[in-house]
């Protein structure tokens, strides 16, 4: 205090003197602690508009009137400074990190603000952190990282979707996908932003933030913001990384002797006799042969398809610069993934162009240009694709005696329908993969302008209109080992072209307002409106009869070469919005914060008369640490609660769901004439309802933010619950109404949860420092209230229909969602539970009182010793779907979150981040459907049913035994079921299939080296780093299958409802990166 | 300041003012009922909606065949266990978690559905009263009709509703009586079908449903009214006034025969040969027929002559419902339709015509060979083969049947009836034993004549999958199942003992592949069979035996009868013993319960309003 006193009567004497001379000030602003150079720092002199930032080498010239005067330096990411000015024209500055990051500014709907400032739940990650961890992907670089967001990737293959979701998210059918915005304007998904263009991500997790969204914010907000160009020299920086992947973990499964051997004891169960052994003998040859296969090293199929080593690489080139009014910023991405599955990978070109001008000091415009080209190869393993993951497990290692003989496959007995597993069965999957050929194309190109007017200090006005054109081109390429080829082709090629086009407008005017307050006070209004329309269209062309031997290329190169099959073209009408919103923001002695917000949104989505949504919401904050009386407890930096209340909407259905209307097609349609007869089918499949109305999220949360030790240690806690009403549902309704759905509102659910953030420097000398940061979260889901029917069942399908009891998960009210449901394993009958065998009619008569599983468990052994058995939950003796099954368990995680630390000494930068989820359950498809021969002809298992393991009925001699004492001498050490137990296309869900979901995963980690100042500005580059990183470093968990945190499914409509079920999807890689990142 | 306010006054007043127009999208993509219904064009393909419900696999593989076994005619092959597929279906233990069951329910009210907005429409258009539109209602009434039909047979007392599902209707329909059912189904055709077009006036012809067939139509569903059918209680009733329906049948028969009457095509083969030649002939047998193009449909694939896949271009079939061996030896041996009807030889992978087993007696009425453009070494489905729905000698032999009931005993236009189908059946030169005293040795009773006409219609209609249909109105299944089972077994026991009423039958076979056994070779006569319909009284001279190279001419033995035996049990064979397995009355006297199970997801998606009580599943 007193040095400031001192500054300000030298100052005063000194400016006494130099009254009313304009001079030059020079500076630099440097790091406090590192003293790296600061680039982009605003200079301003206080009180007046006189500003300039600093240049490239952290620079900058001021020109002021007067000597007198005090500079404001502000940087993002480091505390405000004043200097006063004095005689001294060439000042260093020394900036000090904000390392509370009470500072820090976060972008709010519509606006920003500092995070002290705040009264919602906001959670935020800066680009910084994210460069850290090179990632393709911005979803990948989020997973963890905020409590109460989780992310989970679809599956491993390039360009999977990536399903974020917002505390738990609300809707129970509807999509849950928060919404994302990016530089203020909402998109679709984040996927097409190059994680090196990142400026920040800030998620708002409460309604009383994202209400000024209205409509669609019931699920969270998303907000990116992109790099915005900085006056100064010009920065030109180059990142870039090349990644080696791998196939982290492989199941065990049977060795080709093991294989032909229980291939062997499969044939002889159904009897020396049967066609099945005939064949067996025929293809694999007697018993006594199959000691050779010892000696015959199979084919390694998870290693064929994805196993070879692949390369990704990025490089990203940015560049920014321009004087004071006139600022522009570039930013291109080049990327190149390659999956790990054969044929499949992803192809990314992005460019961000950015310029700011300021035509006047009012009026201000911005201006900027997105485009994405992203090609996607591969039709994965999930969906329409042919090849499974399963394939990689169920395909025979060895073909028998066709290793060594010409045999014809065609000769096989098999059953008429299981043909096309038959013929998969002959298919080499990675010949299948070839043929099942796929391409995406996206290309989308946005331009956004906004002009800002501030005619008076405290009034400034926006408007911004935003067009993004989207073109996707879709090509799929069916060969003729493809059961499409073979079923609607006459084993030709087929291709279908589609290609869509979108356009989408957004218009948005804001005024804001800042009233003259007292010196305590202060208000800020926002007044907006704003308007969506979207449009497209869409053709699809699909064409047949190529000639066997045209490959993909060609085919799409010439279409009219094949024999048109069906063309389609539709005008997509979108869905149109018009909202009007306010906020007022009062603050009161800088400690007593109100937000209040209200939108209208109509929307083109429900009928008229239904399509205002009204949503309200207010939140209120209490910085205590700014009391005398919490100052004088010295023990808060900082600490601020908050309360919030608001409601937010969901609209996220169909389009005309409300209406019937009807569209042409040409799919499988009537074949008078010989000819595709097309006809007009629903625009929508579920039964249109005129009632739809918004659903409605309420959301209440508070909140603490405190600060310990001059805010080295500071964290946030909040509590929540959500509640959704009227929420839109797809209903089954009765299919004798024609319809299998329709779309309702209605039922309640609500997620109560708590989420736990903690960041804070551990360690901080001159050369050495480091930081970390941990999240927790909690989320509950509860069921409030369903449709009448208090219990509603789901299936999950991953078997299709083949599924016994296919309705495997369960909805009730009062519960969570993710209740899986099914029979209770009870090991496998033994001799004892039997009373005897009749060798002439080959019946094992069972006990008196021991339950008999028999037409659940229905495979080819019947009801025998050995057979999987099953729990009798109401002891009458039989096994049925009705009774004797029951909730086995629940797929929501009892918390969930991450932690990263980060060092630095010297030169050299270490940062590595680690997220668990525990306590939830998956539903493990492939520990039913890799343990039994489920739709498979000579297909393979896993070594969990190996010869040593399983209830075997073959003895050394390759005899088959029946009896039950000498099949109770066989089996003493038999841990697991015959896996014949169960028909070939009626797997049987038991809680055997449901694991321990938990884990514990180290993300990633990241070695840096800074080189040394001294060498790199010799040859002009201001800074190069090297860094190599693991992703997916390793993992801890129990679970058997691929990984506890890969999840996909097949039947998109019922994913939200049957959560954690693990369907053997393309699983994650492993990878390894070297990178470089230089500033010029 | 002031002016600013003005601005934004103005503004969201423009806004205001256009914010409901702005917020109605339509699309030129997207039409509602009222365009669609307003020309003739666009009101064909509103009701071409209700036909693409054919070329789904509810259809192509399920209700129409699989859904059908096991009958006395037709059965598919059945396991040692239920196994939650279509062959509980065949073996009468369907349970309430068979997905097909869902699949061909569903695509039965989605039909229905769609053929009620056709109808609406159609009623609705200013232009209903023109000729092509009254055609259009008469095929959307007659598909409606149609598909209420199948679900009546296989699930009995069904929800019924004759208007479209609207959002604010109430979905919760219980079943209705299928008296009440058919009585409106059949007054509302009766009521559209003197409005309806020929197929010969009609593009397509009988690819689309006419006048003819909605007359055959009005009979069947009338023969069902006035037919037995299980009621949940397990008993099978008739209503008092079956007789009033059996007149309606009558005069819908009687009315077709006078009005388009036609020759039978004097070849049975060549009405089926059309078929898998994608002929599609005029005036001929078949009255309607599901068209399908070439890629869709599995009529010769998984229904039709058994075809392996090698490296020929016409890729594989076989048949998921055979006919059984007590059928096939029902036949006259000089029946012409015998041949045609059964297949005991299939193609193999090089196309060598190869003898099948006994109890792989295949449907031959189709045949994936005889595709104009063959489908690919690997294809399977869409082989573009239609599917007869309905025949001309159907209505003879409804006519013929009916007019007995009615008459109590035949009258001269029944008794021509039945003799135009066998006249057509056997050839000119046995048309006094076959056709002349055959009929005269069946007219003398009502009885006799009706006994006739249910074993005619066996004979006539073999592997086109009516049969369960005929035997549950007729009261008869559990009768036919019975006595299959019983024939079966007796002929097993008497292959194997020599000795017995069957004993005459071959318990063996020889043959021997014909010099040309090809595919270019006439079907049937690429293996010579010595003994064929009879027990060879003589072994003939067999091929290498007792040595190699004895006699390369020689014949090749294999199992007939002797093969529906298992020596290891010992007695009748695993095929006589599971194909009919529900059904376990050897009297015959039971019913079978032929009425399947709501799909657990139907029933609970009913909220309640619908069950699986009766018919003993609950």
């Known amino acids: 205090m007193l040095k400031k006193v001192l500054l300000l009567l030298i100052l005063f004497n000194v400016s006494a003197v130099c009254l009313a001379q304009n001079r030059q000030i020079s500076g630099k602003v440097i790091d406090e602690q590192s003293g790296e150079t600061l680039i982009g720092v605003s200079v301003r002199l206080k009180g007046t508009a006189v500003a300039t930032q600093t240049n490239v080498n952290g620079e900058f010239k001021l020109s002021v009137p007067g000597n007198a005067g005090t500079l404001v330096i502000s940087y993002l990411g480091y505390h405000n400074k004043e200097v006063s000015l004095s005689s001294e024209s060439a000042l260093t500055i020394r900036l000090k990190p904000s390392v509370s990051a009470l500072d820090e500014v976060v972008v709010i709907g519509y606006g920003t603000a500092t995070r002290k400032d705040l009264a919602g739940s906001v959670g935020s990650i800066k680009g910084k952190e994210i460069e850290k961890t090179p990632v393709t992907n911005i979803a990948e670089a989020l997973t963890g990282r905020i409590a109460g967001v989780q992310v989970t990737t679809l599956d491993g293959a390039p360009g999977a979707d990536v399903v974020i979701r917002v505390r738990g998210g609300n809707s129970i059918t509807q999509d849950n996908s928060p919404l994302y915005i990016v530089d203020g304007f909402i998109v679709d998904n984040i996927n097409n932003i190059a994680t090196t263009d990142i400026e920040s991500i800030d998620i708002l997790k409460d309604a009383s933030s994202t209400a000024i969204y209205g409509a669609r914010g019931a699920n969270g907000v998303v907000i990116v913001t992109t790099r915005s160009p900085k006056a100064g020299k010009t920065s030109i920086s180059y990142n870039g990384y090349g990644q080696g992947k791998n196939f982290p973990r492989k199941l065990d499964v049977m060795s080709p002797y093991e294989f032909a051997l229980a291939q062997y004891e499969y044939a002889m169960i159904r009897g020396a006799n049967s066609s099945e052994f005939t064949n067996f003998t025929k293809y694999f040859g007697v018993y006594d042969d199959l000691e050779l296969y010892k000696y015959q090293e199979g084919t390694d199929w998870q290693d064929e398809l994805f196993g070879r080593p692949v390369m990704s690489q990025q490089h990203n080139f940015s560049l920014t610069g321009g004087t004071e009014k006139t600022r522009l910023g570039f930013n291109g991405t080049y990327n190149k993934d390659e999956g790990l599955m054969t044929g499949s990978g992803s192809e990314r070109l992005y460019f961000n162009f950015k310029l700011d001008h300021d035509i006047s000091a009012k009026l201000k415009m911005n201006l900027a240009a997105r485009y994405s080209n992203n090609i996607i190869d591969g039709a994965g393993t999930s969906g329409g694709s042919s090849v499974r993951v399963a394939d990689g497990i169920q395909t025979r290692p060895i073909n028998g005696l066709a290793d060594q003989i010409v045999i014809n496959p065609n000769d096989i007995n098999v059953g008429d329908d299981d043909y096309e597993e038959f013929i998969k069965g002959i298919v080499n999957p990675i010949e299948l993969t070839v043929q099942d050929y796929r391409k995406r194309i996206n290309r989308d190109f946005s331009i956004n302008g906004a002009l800002g007017y501030t005619p008076i200090k405290a009034l400034s006005l926006r408007s911004e209109l935003a067009v993004t054109l989207r073109n996707a081109e879709g090509k799929r390429y069916y060969g003729p080992l493809t059961g499409t080829s073979r079923d609607q082709g006459n084993n030709l090629p087929l291709g279908e072209i589609e290609t869509s086009d979108g356009n989408t407008y957004r218009w948005v005017n804001t005024l804001n307002y800042r009233l003259k307050g007292t010196k305590n006070s202060k208000t800020n209004f926002l007044l907006g409106q704003e308007l969506n329309t979207t449009s497209g269209s869409r053709t699809f062309n699909r064409a047949k009869y190529f000639d066997a031997n045209l490959g993909p290329e060609k085919l799409f190169a010439n279409m009219a070469l094949g024999t048109s099959d069906r063309l389609e073209t539709t005008e997509i009408r979108g869905e149109d919005m018009l909202s009007f919103f306010g906020r007022v923001n009062y603050t009161y002695k800088d400690r007593y914060i109100l937000y209040a917000t209200l939108r209208a949104d109509g929307s083109s989505k429900f009928s008229p008369g239904h399509r205002w949504g009204y949503f309200p919401a207010a939140s209120v904050a209490w910085r205590a640490s700014d009391e005398e009386f919490i100052k004088r407890i010295n023990v808060f930096s900082d600490l601020k609660v908050r309360a919030s209340y608001g409601q937010a909407g969901n609209n996220r259905i169909a389009n005309d769901a409300w209406r019937f209307l009807f569209q042409p097609t040409a799919n499988r349609p009537y074949g008078a004439g010989g000819l595709n007869q097309t006809y007009y089918t629903f625009v929508n499949g579920s039964l249109p309802n005129p009632n739809l109305k918004w659903e409605t999220t309420i959301s209440r949360n508070i909140g603490l933010d405190f600060g310990f030790f001059k805010n080295r240690l500071s964290g946030t806690l909040d509590l929540y619950k959500n509640t959704t009403k009227d929420l839109l549902v797809n209903n089954d309704i009765p299919p004798q109404t024609g319809f299998t759905s329709q779309l309702i509102n209605i039922g309640q659910t609500s997620n109560k949860g708590a989420e736990l953030s903690l960041t804070g420097v551990i360690f901080e000398k001159k050369a050495f420092r480091l930081s970390g940061s941990f999240n927790i979260g909690r989320n509950m889901p509860k069921i409030d209230k369903l449709d009448g029917n208090d219990i509603r069942a789901v299936n999950s399908s991953w078997a299709g229909t083949d599924l016994k009891t296919a309705d495997d998960f369960r909805l009730i009210a009062g519960r969570t969602i993710g209740l899986m449901y099914g029979y209770v394993s009870d090991g496998f009958y033994t001799s004892n539970d039997f009373e005897s065998y009749d060798p002439v009619t080959r019946v094992y008569k069972l006990k008196a009182g021991v339950p008999t599983s028999e037409g659940t468990v229905a495979g080819v052994i019947g009801i025998r010793p050995g057979t999987m058995k099953l729990k009798d939950l109401n002891g009458d003796g039989v096994i049925t779907a009705d009774m004797d099954r029951q909730i086995l368990g629940s797929a929501i995680p009892k918390h969930s979150g991450g932690f990263g630390l980060n060092a630095s000494y010297k030169a050299f930068d270490v940062s590595t981040f680690f997220n668990w989820v525990y306590g939830n359950k998956i539903y493990n498809t492939g520990r039913i459907q890799f343990n039994m021969y489920y739709r498979s002809t000579y297909g393979n298992m896993l070594n969990t049913v190996n010869y040593e393991n399983r209830f075997k009925y073959i003895d050394a001699n390759g005899a088959l035994v029946t009896g039950l004492d000498e099949l109770a001498a066989l089996n003493q050490n038999a841990t697991i079921w015959s896996p014949f137990s169960m028909g070939a296309a009626s797997p049987v869900f038991t809680d055997d299939a449901v694991e321990d979901g938990s884990f514990f995963r180290m993300t990633f980690a990241t070695l840096g080296y800074t080189l040394p100042k001294v060498i790199t500005s010799k040859v002009g580059i201001s800074s190069v780093r090297i860094y190599g990183t693991v992703y997916n470093a390793f993992l801890l968990t129990k679970y058997r299958g691929y990984d506890p945190e890969v999840t996909a499914t097949r039947s998109g409509t019922y994913q939200a409802l049957t959560p954690g079920v693990d369907f053997s999807a393309y699983p994650k890689s492993r990878t390894f990166t070297l990178g470089l990142n230089v500033n010029l | ?618």
């Open chain 2, 1 to 618: 300041m002031k002016y600013l306010k003005l601005i934004a006054v103005a503004g969201t007043l423009i806004v205001l003012a256009s914010c409901q127009k702005f917020l109605d999208t339509d699309s030129p993509s997207s039409f509602n009922q009222e365009y669609i219904f307003a020309t003739e064009s666009d009101a064909s393909k509103g009701v071409y909606s209700v036909y693409a419900l054919f070329n789904q696999d509810a259809f192509t593989s399920r209700l129409s065949n699989i859904f059908t076994g096991n009958t006395d005619v037709e059965a598919g092959g059945v396991g040692a266990k239920p196994d939650n597929s279509r062959r509980d279906i065949f073996s009468f233990e369907v349970t309430d978690a068979n997905g097909d069951l869902r699949t061909v329910w569903n695509n039965a009210y989605n039909a229905i559905n769609k053929a009620n907005l056709c109808v609406e429409g159609i009623e609705k258009s200013p232009i209903a009263s023109n000729p092509e539109m009254k055609q259009l209602l008469g095929e959307a009434k007659a598909l409606r009709a149609l598909w209420y039909y199948w679900l009546m047979n296989h699930w009995g007392d069904v929800p019924f509703t004759m208007t479209p599902t609207r959002g604010g209707d109430n979905l919760y329909l219980p079943r209705t009586g299928r008296d009440t059912i058919l009585t409106a189904l059949i007054n509302d055709l009766i009521a559209v079908e003197p409005g309806m077009k020929p197929s010969g006036q009609i593009s397509y012809g009988v690819e689309r449903v006419n006048r003819e067939f909605v007359m055959g139509l009005i009979a069947r569903l009338s023969l069902m009214r006035g037919g037995y059918w299980l009621y949940p209680d397990m008993v099978m009733r008739r209503k008092e006034d079956y007789k009033d329906y059996y007149q309606i049948a009558r005069d819908y028969c009687d009315k077709l025969v006078k009005t388009y009457d036609r020759p039978l095509n004097p070849s049975f083969a060549r009405v089926f040969e059309n078929e898998s030649k994608w002929i599609v002939p005029a005036n001929d047998d078949v009255l309607f027929e599901v068209a399908f193009q070439p890629g869709a449909g599995d009529v010769g694939w998984c229904l039709g002559m058994r075809v392996d896949a090698g490296t020929h271009p016409y890729g594989s079939g076989s048949a998921y419902i055979g006919l059984t061996p007590s059928y096939y030896h029902s036949f006259d041996t000089l029946d012409t339709r015998l041949p045609v009807t059964c297949t005991i030889i299939y193609f193999d992978t090089n196309l060598q015509q190869t003898p099948g087993a006994v109890t792989a007696i295949g449907p031959g009425k189709w045949n994936r060979l005889l595709m104009p453009t063959p489908s690919g070494p690997q294809s399977a489905k869409g082989t573009g083969i239609n599917w007869p729905l309905m025949r001309y000698s159907d209505v003879l032999l409804m006519l013929a049947e009916s007019d007995n009931e009615l008459n109590n005993g035949p009258t001269a236009d029944a008794i021509n009836a039945l003799k135009r189908v066998r006249e057509r059946a056997f050839p000119a030169a046995s048309h006094a034993e076959k056709v002349t005293n055959y009929i005269a040795g069946v007219s003398g009773s009502k009885e006799a004549f009706f006994n006739a006409i249910v074993n005619e219609r066996a004979w006539e209609f073999g592997g086109e999958c009516i049969r369960k249909y005929d035997l549950a109105r007729w009261n008869l299944f559990g009768k036919k199942v019975a006595e299959t089972r019983k024939t079966l077994s007796a002929m097993a026991e008497d292959a194997n003992s020599g000795v017995g009423q069957y004993s005459e039958l071959p318990d063996v076979v020889y043959y021997k592949f014909a010099e040309d056994n090809t595919k270019a070779y006439p079907f049937n006569k690429g293996v010579i069979f010595y003994n064929r319909y009879a027990k060879a009284a003589v072994v003939p001279p067999l091929k290498d035996s007792p040595n190699k190279g004895d006699n390369p001419n020689g014949y090749i033995r294999m199992n007939w009868l002797k093969g529906l035996y298992d020596t290891k049990i010992p007695g009748p064979g695993s095929y006589i013993t599971t194909s009919w397995r529900g059904y376990t009355d050897d009297t015959g006297m039971a019913p079978v319960r032929y009425i399947f199970p709501l799909h657990s997801s139907t029933v609970s998606a009913s909220l309640g309003t619908l069950n699986n009580r009766g018919y003993g599943y609950q």
